[in-house]
């Protein structure tokens, strides 16, 4: 069972708050300065790595019009796999630029390649990591191509069956991963809230024995959130500008301050889940006095047996726990006691 992987020196595991990816794919929707400006922002929000995407339209499909390279539904309908990736896609000279902006920043940066070329360009650029897309996760000789490069890998399962996620991790490994995360997800954009069942995540780590996290296409944070009391150590979401940008992706991504919250909240839920413990936690330890207890209603002396209606349970809670009110009714008092006082045991004959 791996219960940690490192990128660029951080460790990313159930021990360490959640590890946030801002994913700009398409959103900087052709500017370099909306590039930089989106990987300045990310960092100013607390994201821990800005991922880009790695592809050319000639890399990952073919100019073509046939049937099958025509989007029919959804946010791109009516376009091209060809025009959409043309549309989409980062260029390979912005990439240097790019990586070198993160690291002057103190982001992390890498991407996610499609084919083999561009795995070689990101090794050229000393990408710490390397994530898989859910689409790419049947590409098993690109994920054996990814792997041999030692690097830790990140793969989304949107659309992978249980099979196909074992078969991509046999791929990694015998690629030469040794350090390896998967991300819960689904593929769709955006994506419902209630179609993600997040209780597959801890199942996940279970039975494929890797750190997990989330890749969230959701509207808003709150499935991310709920994603970390379920053991999600990564949650990945796209991040813009401007959601009405009118970019590829814009329309179901983060802006600023919505990332913000998602680092903020994301760590108070971690914080919160902490560890199984029945004891008194020193934030209670003031309102002790609002428990209830044994309190005297009326002065009596040594030697008295104790009635009923002299002994009250209520609050305050500095005397005797109320479990113990019929011992103390009808004992006898070894001294004096006055109302509105504490029943305590050294005021009693054994």
């Known amino acids: 069972m791996q219960t940690q992987i490192s990128i660029d020196g951080r460790a990313i595991g159930p021990a360490q708050r959640p590890y946030i990816i801002a994913e700009m794919s398409a959103n900087h929707n052709g500017s370099m300065d909306t590039a930089f400006q989106i990987i300045r922002e990310a960092k100013a929000a607390g994201a821990d790595a800005l991922k880009i995407q790695t592809y050319r339209p000639d890399t990952i499909t073919l100019d073509s019009a046939l049937p099958d390279f025509q989007i ?10 060809f025009e959409l990736y043309e549309w989409a896609h980062t260029p390979w000279d912005w990439h240097a630029p790019m990586f070198q902006f993160g690291r002057e920043l103190g982001i992390t940066m890498f991407s996610s390649p499609f084919d083999t070329t561009a795995v070689d360009l990101l090794e ?6 390397y994530k898989v897309a859910s689409f790419e996760a049947v590409d098993l000789p690109l994920i054996e191509y ?5 690097k830790p890998m990140i793969i989304s399962t949107g659309i992978a069956n249980q099979q196909e996620i074992q078969e991509a991790l046999a791929s990694a490994r015998k690629g030469g991963c040794e350090q390896i995360a998967i991300l819960h997800c689904v593929s769709s954009y955006p994506a419902p809230s209630a179609d993600y069942n997040l209780r597959t995540i801890p199942d ?12 969230d296409h959701t509207l808003d944070n709150a499935t991310a959130i709920a994603s970390v009391a379920l053991g999600a150590s990564i949650i990945e979401k796209h991040f813009t500008l ?26 108070t839920a971690w914080n919160a889940l902490g560890e199984v413990d029945y004891g008194l936690r020193q934030s209670e ?3 002790l006095m609002f428990r209830r207890s044994l309190y ?21 809670g500095f005397g005797l726990p109320p479990k113990h009110l019929a011992d103390v009714v009808g004992s006898v008092l070894r001294r004096g006691v006055k109302a509105s006082t504490p029943v305590s045991w050294d005021d009693l004959i054994a």
């Open 146 to 150: 990814i792997a041999a490069t030692g």
């Open 296 to 316: 005297y209603t009326s002065d009596m002396q040594a030697g008295e047996t104790i009635p009923a209606h002299s002994v009250r349970s209520i609050r305050p």
């Open 204 to 215: 996940m780590a279970a039975r494929f024995g890797v750190v997990t996290g989330l890749s």
């Open 285 to 287: 330890n003031d309102n």
């Open 124 to 129: 050229d650029l000393g990408t710490p990591a």
């Open 72 to 81: 029919k539904n959804g946010l791109w309908a009516g376009r091209t796999l």
């Open 242 to 267: 401007d959601r009405s940008g009118g970019g590829p992706d814009d329309s179901f991504s983060l802006e600023t301050s919505e990332l913000a919250s998602l680092r903020r909240d994301s760590e």
